[in-house]
T-cell receptor
């Protein structure tokens, strides 16, 4: 069975500084990896995905993520944080071969951007 | 707008009452899911339906039942609500395939059981 670990419950970053939200995964075979963002009192929104190809993937709102197969990681990054980036972020994985029960999610990381 | 629609958005129940949470998607997705979200617990899968006519238990199915009414609709029923079922419930649909875009989520139902 697959699993996702987000080792930090909360990440604090000053506005304008680079940010990283960490994610490691475990899955049989090749992974499909996703990041979602949740703003207060809202559903989860898709940010970006890694299916195949370049290890650096770009997504919405200036976010990007780097797939590292040897370290089984898929960390979310942004070069310059905005206060509006403050939200709850979820990493998710599924095996490329599919699986009826869909994605497995991490527990989420609260990102707080301080003015 | 195309997407996943959940009703109601908010609900307060008394212990022992029953209710059904409704979910409908208009993206012709085969798979649909019900999750609950609790602080510090992330998203936990309650039930899922890989295709029309099939349903399966997820991680936390006790106290819930589901119905995949047709390809569009997937409902979640609480037969006898308990305070432990106070949570935010999310429905999601999924197409998968080679161009996998992951899940599309509804906006959630905030349920309080008193």
């Amino acid at each position: 069975a697959q699993s996702v670990a987000q080792p930090e419950d909360q990440v604090n970053v000053a506005e304008g500084n680079p940010l990283t939200v960490k994610c490691t995964y475990s899955v049989s075979g090749n992974p499909y990896l996703f990041w979602y963002v949740q703003y207060p009192n809202r559903g989860l929104q898709f940010l970006l995905k890694y299916i195949t190809g370049d290890n650096l993937v770009k997504g919405s709102y200036g976010f990007e993520a780097e797939f590292n197969k040897s370290q089984t990681s898929f960390h979310l990054k942004k070069p310059s944080a905005l206060v509006s980036d403050s939200a709850l972020y979820f990493c998710a994985v599924r095996p490329s071969g599919g699986g009826a029960d869909g994605l497995t999610f991490g527990k989420g990381t609260h990102l707080i951007i301080q003015p | 707008n195309a997407g996943v629609t959940q009703t109601p958005k908010f609900q307060v129940l008394k212990t022992g009452q029953s209710m059904t949470l409704q979910c409908a998607q208009d993206m012709n997705h085969n798979s649909m899911y019900w999750y609950r979200q609790d602080p510090g617990m992330g998203l936990r899968l309650i039930y899922y339906s890989a295709s029309e006519g099939t349903t399966d238990k997820g991680e936390v199915p006790n106290g819930y039942n589901v119905s995949r009414l047709n390809k569009r609709e997937f409902s979640l029923r609480l037969e006898s609500a308990a305070p432990s079922q106070t949570s935010v419930y999310f429905c999601a649909s999924y197409s998968g395939g080679e161009r996998d875009y992951g899940y599309t989520f509804g906006s959630g139902t905030r349920l309080t059981v008193v």
